[in-house]
């Protein structure tokens, strides 16, 4: 019973050393330690526990408009789910529409992403039909609503913005997951 755990220890040690070797090649330094309990330059609003509580498609706005499903939870468009594959392949869990209650308006990010590594639940807001001015202005008004409650584009919440010719680009969305990462992460100190 302890063997296993004594050669699972070791292979780790040895893939760390391995990495820390090439982050020295890489980086000309050593590699930021980060310690837990995480301290930060800015506390972000939404943390792990807050996702973990959350509740899938807690928007009342037009449930009919749910009618995609995909592992228990709904979406009402192709991109929402499109969106929440990508989250999924990044090994991140995703919840659709949860209720975020901001103080000066409600919202319900199209999917939420949980980062447990930066203990950081990230939104995100998914606006197709860009071409239509309705349907633009409607998008930007949710965007200020989301800046006047204090949010930061990056920090808190991503958006992707295509029009009804544009195919879903996923690596779009990857790019805007990981780049609120990075801007995270350069939120950490290190001691």
């Not at 070791?10 to 330690?33: A, D, F, H, T, V």
């Not at 939104?123 to 197709?128: H, Q």
């Not at 919440?157 to 992460?185: C, G, H």
């Given at each position: 019973?302890?063997?296993?755990?004594?050669?699972?220890?070791?292979?780790?040690?040895?893939?760390?050393?391995?990495?820390?070797s090439k982050w020295r090649i890489e980086?000309?330094?050593?590699?930021?330690?980060?310690?837990?309990?995480?301290?930060?330059?800015?506390?972000?609003?939404?943390?792990?526990?807050?996702?973990?509580?959350?509740?899938?498609?807690?928007?009342?706005?037009?449930?009919?408009?749910?009618?995609?499903?995909?592992?228990?939870?709904?979406?009402?468009?192709?991109?929402?789910?499109?969106?929440?594959?990508?989250?999924?392949?990044?090994?991140?869990?995703?919840?659709?529409?949860?209720h975020i209650a901001g103080d000066h308006?409600?919202?319900?990010?199209?999917?939420?992403?949980?980062?447990?590594?930066?203990?950081?639940?990230?939104m995100s807001e998914i606006d197709g039909?860009?071409?239509?001015?309705?349907?633009?202005?409607?998008?930007?008004?949710?965007?200020?609503?989301?800046?006047?409650?204090?949010?930061?584009?990056?920090?808190?919440?991503?958006?992707?913005?295509?029009?009804?010719?544009?195919?879903?680009?996923?690596?779009?969305?990857?790019?805007?997951?990981?780049?609120?990462?990075?801007?995270?992460?350069?939120?950490?100190?290190?001691?």
């Amino acid at each position: 019973m302890i063997r296993p755990i004594i050669e699972e220890s070791m292979r780790l040690q040895s893939e760390l050393e391995y990495l820390e070797s090439k982050w020295r090649i890489e980086y000309n330094g050593e590699p930021r330690i980060i310690k837990y309990p995480l301290k930060r330059l800015r506390q972000p609003p939404y943390n792990s526990e807050f996702f973990k509580n959350a509740k899938i498609n807690s928007n009342t706005y037009k449930p009919e408009a749910l009618k995609i499903i995909y592992k228990g939870q709904k979406f009402r468009t192709k991109n929402e789910l499109s969106a929440a594959q990508v989250v999924e392949s990044l090994g991140y869990e995703y919840k659709s529409e949860i209720h975020i209650a901001g103080d000066h308006y409600d919202h319900y990010p199209d999917v939420s992403v949980n980062i447990p590594e930066l203990d950081l639940m990230l939104m995100s807001e998914i606006d197709g039909a860009m071409e239509r001015s309705n349907y633009k202005l409607k998008s930007i008004e949710r965007q200020y609503e989301y800046f006047d409650d204090g949010f930061c584009e990056f920090k808190d919440i991503v958006f992707l913005r295509m029009t009804d010719s544009q195919v879903f680009d996923p690596e779009a969305y990857k790019t805007l997951i990981r780049t609120a990462i990075e801007v995270n992460i350069n939120d950490l100190f290190t001691d």
